[in-house]
């Protein structure tokens, strides 16, 4: 894949995009941290203080808003549009998880109660609204606990 170095706001969030749907296309474990650094760099108005080394509180109050309360304890999101698509990839239960929402946002989420989250997805924009929530809730967290 030919990635050019981004001159424009435009340039940054097309490099982040298509960064995060090359990284899904693979049948490999996507780690949020591989995606950090784009998201960092897109100077998003909901994330300014990304590259800060002090926490951001806006984005990371943000996206505690719109991800459910067991974010902090999930290490894992497993992402599909349906049942049977969980199942083929070897999560035939998820409905019988755990059901858990989010304060700001109507999605349909599960949580097996250990450490993996199944979210529906029905659109793009359902993912292009997860990982960057994700990103930044990531890169808060960690800023929180380095500063703790």
Known sequence: ???????????????YIQ???????????????SL???????NSALHPH??????DTSAFIYSLLRLPPCMVCVQRVVL????????????????SWQ??????????CYFDEKETM???IASKTDIEDVIPLLTAFQ???????LAL
């Open 50 to 55: 990304a590259r800060d080394s002090y926490p």
């Open 139 to 145: 890169i808060e967290w960690n800023k929180l606990n």
């Open 99 to 108: 059901p858990v929402s989010a304060r700001a946002r109507r999605r349909r």
């Open 118 to 120: 199944a979210v529906f």
């Open 80 to 95: 599909a549009q349906s049942p049977a698509v969980f199942a083929m990839h070897g999560y035939p239960d998820i409905e």
């Open 36 to 42: 950090e650094e784009v998201h960092a760099s897109m």
């Open 19 to 33: 960064t995060m749907y090359s990284l899904l296309r693979t049948t490999a474990e996507v780690l949020i941290r």
């Open 1 to 15: 894949m030919e990635r050019k170095v981004p001159s424009t706001a435009s340039d940054e969030i097309g490099l």
